[in-house]
């Protein structure tokens, strides 16, 4: 996009972002000044006010906030004196040690890029020769055949982490904070660079939308590489405690297990893969003491939320978010319990606080409400760029003409604006095929063939041929 719309940004939502969910909860919100503080100085806070309190649980660790930050000053104090300045790669299991080891990657000032140890060779291997990282983060017990065998080691135990301070110094609020890997369209890892800045107003704008508070328990279960830096501390922000789940090693009735007998609160989770597992006949107990339940994805279908409804708790709210690895959420909302609009898709939410939304089309104007038109971000706290070889770079963003800060980031998606401030998802611009001349949209196609009462969900392809491209669908039926 060669210029950018003057006008036509939405810029803030018509409703608060916690309407219609978390409104009656009590918290502690992120106000103003909050917002403008280093994730260490609002940790420590928290550390010392819930000092007793369980912070981080992987179901064989269980630490208090004040063990915590003993163990993450311990190895901050480690890193500074023993790491060469520049980017540290840490491989690690997704356990209790996650959460340390970012605060203290935070607390000394140091670019992190974490990677499973779970992982594959081949992609821990891409991933190290393209970090250019100074030093790699061990976890005792995890081995890695590095590409790099003169990078320094530091090994980490956990058990042996007892006390430290915080390094002495000024934070620079405009570094690096971290690199998550992605598969990337080709499936060679692609890096996205984080910045401290956005940081706290990220975990900031969570906390005040899901009033989190110290009575919540928050269940991870990502991979260490697609949870995102934010969300492996988001919890210990609010005095909550996060559990931490390999949920590819523990299996689904482990998950159920824990959901019940551990009181999660708060869960994030694709749609696709929930409803079958709310099928299962121990899932309405298992998820008896769930409050939100935020489900990320594309078009979410009504049929499945009200599913949902039947299987959990009547006071549990369900949050839709739409979003990219990028850019963080875009869209987000909470889905009304008296919903009933007859459609088949639910509207996919309102602008997310921070960020700025154009919908523009393909000449990049904006489009008048309630035409299709090509999603544009614009926002401080998006990805500051691409990490390639051990530097930043632009990546697929641009910069705001009007502010240094701000990055601009077009993700192929398209969406409608309805009149009441809601957006509607159309589909992706790549999933837009030509047929015999003519333009079809295969999230279209998908959504007319989910209308028969015989589909239970289909998937939609585009196979190409020598003299011709043909759709294929493939359906499931009830």
């Not at 291997?125 to 065998?149: F, H, W, Y």
Request: some cysteine.
């Amino acid at each position: 996009m060669s210029t950018l719309p003057l006008d036509g940004w939405l810029m803030e939502p018509p409703v608060q972002p916690d309407a219609n969910g978390p409104e009656d909860v009590p918290f502690e919100p992120f106000d103003a000044r909050w917002m403008q503080a280093t994730p260490i100085e609002r940790f420590d806070y928290m550390a010392e006010r819930y000092a007793d309190r369980i912070a981080v649980d992987d179901g064989v660790t269980r630490l208090t906030y004040a063990q915590v930050a003993r163990k993450a000053r311990a190895l901050a104090q480690r890193i500074d004196a023993e790491a060469p300045p520049g980017p540290l790669v840490g491989v690690f299991r997704y356990t209790a040690l996650v959460p340390i080891v970012m605060m203290a990657a935070l607390a000394t000032g140091r670019t992190l890029i974490p990677v499973d140890a779970l992982h594959p060779q081949d992609r821990q291997q891409a991933i190290l020769r393209n970090a250019g990282a100074a030093a790699l983060l061990l976890q005792t017990g995890v081995e890695i055949d590095t590409v790099l065998p003169d990078l320094p080691r530091l090994e980490i135990d956990l058990d042996a982490l007892d006390d430290g301070e915080w390094p002495v110094g000024t934070l620079n609020m405009q570094g690096v904070a971290g690199i998550i890997y992605t598969s990337g369209s080709t499936g060679n890892p692609k890096g996205l660079a984080w910045g401290l800045a956005g940081f706290t107003p990220y975990i900031g704008t969570r906390t005040n939308t899901l009033h989190l508070n110290p009575d919540d328990r928050i269940i991870a279960l990502g991979s260490l590489s697609s949870a995102g830096l934010g969300d492996a501390v988001f919890a210990l922000m609010s005095g909550a405690t996060l559990r931490v789940v390999e949920i590819m090693q523990a299996g689904v009735g482990e998950l159920l297990r824990i959901m019940g007998e551990e009181k999660v609160t708060i869960l994030s989770f694709v749609p696709t893969i929930l409803r079958s597992i709310l099928q299962m006949d121990e899932a309405p107990a298992a998820f008896r003491h769930l409050r939100i339940l935020e489900l990320y994805g594309d078009a979410t279908l009504a049929n499945d939320v009200a599913f949902f409804r039947t299987k959990l708790p009547a006071d549990c709210h369900i949050r839709l978010v739409l979003g990219t690895m990028e850019s963080g959420e875009i869209f987000s909302w909470f889905v009304p319990k008296d919903w009933n609009e007859a459609a088949m898709t639910l509207p996919c939410g309102y602008v997310t606080p921070g960020r700025s939304v154009a919908v523009l089309d393909d000449e990049g104007r904006p489009t008048p409400v309630g035409e299709i038109g090509n999603v544009v971000i614009r926002s401080r706290q998006m990805a500051l760029g691409a990490w390639q070889d051990g530097r930043l770079t632009p990546g697929p963003f641009l910069t705001a003409p009007d502010d240094p800060e701000s990055r601009v980031y077009t993700p192929g998606d398209q969406v409608r604006i309805r009149h009441d401030g809601l957006a509607e998802f159309i589909g992706r611009v790549d999933r837009q095929v030509k047929v015999r001349g003519m333009r079809a949209d295969l999230g279209e196609v998908e959504a007319a063939l989910r209308q028969h009462p015989d589909v239970a969900d289909v998937a939609v392809v585009a196979v190409a041929h020598p003299d011709d491209t043909e759709i294929v669908a493939y359906i499931t039926v009830h």
